[in-house]
């Protein structure tokens, strides 16, 4: 599968708990995107990469959320001391500079 | 906000009839793309067009784009059945991210 791959698909944690979540872009798409998505709304963007710089953070949500992509492959987004409010699907998409994104089948979280 | 709009919010349709949806956004914008996300799916990218294009299609699908409105359509042929699912324009500003309109919700009757 050459896709966008993500996981995990779901994930249930209690309030309080820390969570990590992987993306696996597209292996020649050098930017890579994290987005959330609640019930009945579009997506949301949270951060970006370009290979392996962070090149906009301002939109996390708070400073419970941090994402890294260590060698300008994987990501990972990780969300601290999670509350009821962070229930969601996490969406990760990769494009080529100028191009189409495409987007993985996303990681639902629910926090308990 | 720089989301924009999309119009409907929700359209019912017959199966083989024409839907159309439209998208506004707010920025001047690079290209201009649309997705279809079926109900807790991932979203499949469906087409893309650039600032300089007016209309493309792909399939039964036709998009156009007005960068004077700041405004793009899609409209779907021959609807079926399996077209029912969610529909979002998503604009790419330069680079810095896809921001995604609302969404039109899309149920195609059999």
């Known amino acids: 599968d050459t896709g966008v791959s993500q996981d995990p698909r779901h994930k249930i944690t209690k309030r309080g708990q820390n969570v990590t979540f992987r993306c696996d872009p597209i292996?020649?798409?050098?930017?890579l995107y994290w987005y959330r998505q609640t019930l009945g709304q579009g997506p949301e963007f949270l951060t970006y990469f370009q290979n392996e710089a962070q090149l906009e953070k301002s939109r996390l949500l708070s400073d419970r959320f941090s994402a890294e992509r260590p060698k300008g492959s994987f990501s990972t987004l990780e969300i601290q001391r999670t509350e009821q409010g962070d229930s969601a699907m996490y969406l990760c998409a990769s494009n080529p500079l100028g191009g189409g994104g495409f987007f993985g089948q996303g990681t639902r979280l629910t926090v308990v | 906000s720089q989301q924009g709009e999309e119009d409907p919010q929700a359209l019912s349709i017959q199966e083989g009839e024409n839907a159309t949806m439209n998208c506004s956004y707010k920025t001047s914008i690079n290209n201009l793309q649309w997705y279809r996300q079926n109900s807790g799916r991932g979203l499949v990218h469906l087409i893309l067009i650039r600032s300089n294009e007016r209309e493309k299609h792909s399939g039964r699908l036709r998009v156009t784009l007005d960068t004077s409105k700041k405004s793009s359509s899609l409209l779907i042929t021959a609807s079926r059945a399996a077209d029912t699912a969610s529909y979002f324009c998503a604009w790419d500003n330069y680079g810095q991210n896809f921001v995604f309109g609302p969404g039109t919700r899309l149920s195609v009757l059999p």
């Open positions: 292996s020649e798409h050098n930017r």
